[in-house]
């Protein structure tokens, strides 16, 4: 593995009831019609889900009736743990909620995935866990196993922190998720990819979870360049002076202010064989940490800014991925890298900065700082050649306000960002489509320069837009493109929930190897 998981995963097709693991994870349906012949409340309220018939059997039939006695509602992600008593050989079942029951078809992935993930994370400290949630036998079958193993490996996920001492309840050592057939090799494909999948976002998660006076620009680019290199990824990486050279204004007039100078990092995959392949750039934000430089941030909650350079990381790990992978699509990855600090040497609100691809950029606010890496990093996607471009980045408190810390907001090409909204809708990572309307683009004219940075004009108003709007500047023309602001998605600040740990999520990971999946299928 690139990335090495602390959890084992592997396929079982023994009986549930015989499974000598710590645990078995099954699931139940709440049922909306709940009425029936006994008291509100108890057996006729719940449903279990298939896969749990010999768990079911082991019980008597009462297991139902014990849960909603324990005050099981079937809700999803709910869990509920009761002591087997030797009824079945593990000593706990773990019920997780599923939600309502689906009339004629198998749950969604994406509340297996979090179901999966609840009950993976509820049983912490556990050596060994197995996972018997409803998998269908039809063409759906596929997309629900990587669905439950996705999710217990991200469940399973633990930043392992700074602590002088560990934590008392470590990840779950090993899961077993049992299957009809466990020699089957579309199930052995999906149960790999799993693995791959999770081991990367996870260390796209140990990343931004990382303390920023460990990751500053040029530690950044080693871990990744060490990484990209172990997994047989071409690796370029400038210095400043080489930024200087070539003419990277944007990522070098961030990066004045800081004693860390900035860094671009490189990484290409190219498939093994001759003939032509769709070309793939992606773009991800790498500000290490973002003070906001002279146009300084409040002091409330500036230490979440360490995951500023969410979009890098998440570029990074697909590429990790893709290198494992191997989709048939060449992939290249940039990743602009800076801190934004403020000093007598940073960058001032009314300076000019040329561009890499000659653009001359009024200053306005330095912290609007993302948008200035990330040009000059589209430019040299653009100047290389591409067929497809996505950006990720954490850019603006505007995608916040507009769409909430669970949906990332997407502009460019329609039909870039109707792809990324599906690939997003697949993977469960939710993305929406934004427009960039043409008065955000005249508010950002500059008397002195080329373009303003900001729309001076509006303000605040359509924040996220004018991050889109100035974006689309650096794209060449042809170039079919979306950015995506993860700003929410990225980073999440309360306790962990679904397949969400507690700071970086890694998304959106999954979703850019989506689109590279379904590119390559083309």
């Given at each position: 593995?690139?990335?090495?998981?602390?959890?084992?995963?592997?396929?079982?097709?023994?009986?549930?009831?015989?499974?000598?693991?710590?645990?078995?994870?099954?699931?139940?349906?709440?049922?909306?019609?709940?009425?029936?012949?006994?008291?509100?409340?108890?057996?006729?309220?719940?449903?279990?889900?298939?896969?749990?018939?010999?768990?079911?059997?082991?019980?008597?039939?009462?297991?139902?009736?014990?849960?909603?006695?324990?005050?099981?509602?079937?809700?999803?992600?709910?869990?509920?743990?009761?002591?087997?008593?030797?009824?079945?050989?593990?000593?706990?079942?773990?019920?997780?909620?599923?939600?309502?029951?689906?009339?004629?078809?198998?749950?969604?992935?994406?509340?297996?995935?979090?179901?999966?993930?609840?009950?993976?994370?509820?049983?912490?400290?556990?050596?060994?866990?197995?996972?018997?949630?409803?998998?269908?036998?039809?063409?759906?079958?596929?997309?629900?196993?990587?669905?439950?193993?996705?999710?217990?490996?991200?469940?399973?996920?633990?930043?392992?922190?700074?602590?002088?001492?560990?934590?008392?309840?470590?990840?779950?050592?090993?899961?077993?998720?049992?299957?009809?057939?466990?020699?089957?090799?579309?199930?052995?494909?999906?149960?790999?990819?799993?693995?791959?999948?999770?081991?990367?976002?996870?260390?796209?998660?140990?990343?931004?979870?990382?303390?920023?006076?460990?990751?500053?620009?040029?530690?950044?680019?080693?871990?990744?360049?060490?990484?990209?290199?172990?997994?047989?990824?071409?690796?370029?990486?400038?210095?400043?002076?080489?930024?200087?050279?070539?003419?990277?204004?944007?990522?070098?007039?961030?990066?004045?202010?800081?004693?860390?100078?900035?860094?671009?990092?490189?990484?290409?995959?190219?498939?093994?064989?001759?003939?032509?392949?769709?070309?793939?750039?992606?773009?991800?934000?790498?500000?290490?940490?973002?003070?906001?430089?002279?146009?300084?941030?409040?002091?409330?909650?500036?230490?979440?800014?360490?995951?500023?350079?969410?979009?890098?990381?998440?570029?990074?790990?697909?590429?990790?991925?893709?290198?494992?992978?191997?989709?048939?699509?060449?992939?290249?990855?940039?990743?602009?890298?800076?801190?934004?600090?403020?000093?007598?040497?940073?960058?001032?609100?009314?300076?000019?900065?040329?561009?890499?691809?000659?653009?001359?950029?009024?200053?306005?606010?330095?912290?609007?700082?993302?948008?200035?890496?990330?040009?000059?990093?589209?430019?040299?996607?653009?100047?290389?050649?591409?067929?497809?471009?996505?950006?990720?980045?954490?850019?603006?408190?505007?995608?916040?306000?507009?769409?909430?810390?669970?949906?990332?907001?997407?502009?460019?090409?329609?039909?870039?960002?109707?792809?990324?909204?599906?690939?997003?809708?697949?993977?469960?990572?939710?993305?929406?489509?934004?427009?960039?309307?043409?008065?955000v683009r005249t508010g950002m004219d500059?008397?002195?320069?080329?373009?303003?940075?900001?729309?001076?004009?509006?303000?605040?108003?359509?924040?996220?837009?004018?991050?889109?709007?100035?974006?689309?500047?650096?794209?060449?023309?042809?170039?079919?493109?979306?950015?995506?602001?993860?700003?929410?998605?990225?980073?999440?600040?309360?306790?962990?929930?679904?397949?969400?740990?507690?700071?970086?999520?890694?998304?959106?990971?999954?979703?850019l190897l989506e689109l590279v999946d379904?590119?390559?299928?083309?």
């Amino acid at each position: 593995m690139t990335a090495p998981l602390t959890t084992d995963l592997r396929l079982v097709d023994t009986d549930p009831a015989e499974l000598t693991t710590d645990a078995i994870v099954i699931g139940v349906h709440s049922v909306a019609d709940a009425g029936g012949d006994g008291p509100p409340g108890l057996a006729g309220t719940l449903l279990l889900a298939s896969g749990a018939e010999s768990i079911a059997a082991a019980f008597d039939g009462k297991l139902t009736e014990t849960l909603a006695r324990l005050g099981a509602s079937g809700a999803a992600g709910e869990v509920t743990k009761v002591a087997t008593l030797g009824t079945v050989a593990a000593p706990v079942v773990a019920v997780v909620g599923l939600g309502p029951e689906p009339s004629g078809a198998a749950p969604a992935p994406e509340t297996l995935r979090r179901g999966a993930a609840a009950a993976i994370r509820s049983l912490a400290g556990s050596a060994s866990v197995a996972v018997s949630l409803p998998l269908p036998d039809d063409e759906d079958g596929p997309a629900a196993l990587r669905a439950v193993a996705e999710g217990a490996l991200l469940g399973a996920y633990k930043f392992a922190g700074y602590k002088t001492k560990p934590a008392p309840r470590g990840p779950v050592g090993d899961i077993a998720v049992h299957v009809p057939d466990a020699t089957d090799k579309t199930v052995q494909d999906e149960i790999t990819r799993a693995q791959v999948v999770a081991g990367v976002v996870g260390l796209c998660r140990d990343w931004v979870n990382s303390a920023p006076n460990e990751l500053r620009p040029p530690q950044f680019a080693d871990a990744v360049s060490a990484a990209a290199t172990a997994a047989g990824l071409e690796v370029e990486v400038l210095d400043e002076e080489q930024l200087k050279a070539a003419g990277y204004g944007g990522i070098l007039a961030v990066g004045l202010g800081s004693s860390a100078p900035p860094r671009l990092v490189k990484l290409t995959y190219r498939p093994v064989g001759d003939g032509a392949r769709k070309r793939v750039a992606l773009v991800g934000k790498g500000i290490t940490f973002d003070t906001g430089g002279v146009s300084i941030k409040p002091a409330q909650g500036m230490w979440e800014m360490k995951s500023d350079m969410a979009g890098a990381a998440a570029v990074a790990a697909t590429l990790l991925a893709v290198a494992e992978l191997k989709p048939d699509v060449e992939v290249t990855g940039y990743l602009p890298m800076a801190e934004n600090m403020p000093s007598a040497t940073a960058y001032r609100p009314g300076d000019v900065v040329t561009m890499f691809n000659g653009k001359k950029v009024e200053v306005l606010n330095t912290d609007a700082e993302g948008r200035m890496i990330l040009g000059d990093a589209m430019a040299r996607a653009c100047a290389d050649g591409c067929d497809y471009l996505f950006e990720t980045s954490t850019l603006t408190g505007g995608q916040v306000i507009a769409l909430g810390k669970r949906v990332a907001g997407v502009m460019g090409t329609q039909e870039m960002c109707e792809r990324v909204r599906d690939a997003g809708d697949t993977v469960g990572e939710a993305a929406w489509p934004m427009p960039l309307p043409d008065d955000v683009r005249t508010g950002m004219d500059s008397d002195v320069a080329d373009i303003s940075q900001v729309n001076a004009v509006m303000d605040r108003a359509g924040h996220m837009l004018q991050g889109g709007v100035f974006l689309r500047e650096f794209v060449a023309e042809g170039v079919p493109w979306a950015h995506i602001d993860i700003a929410g998605p990225s980073y999440h600040s309360g306790e962990p929930t679904g397949h969400w740990s507690k700071g970086g999520t890694g998304v959106p990971v999954r979703t850019l190897l989506e689109l590279v999946d379904r590119i390559a299928a083309e």
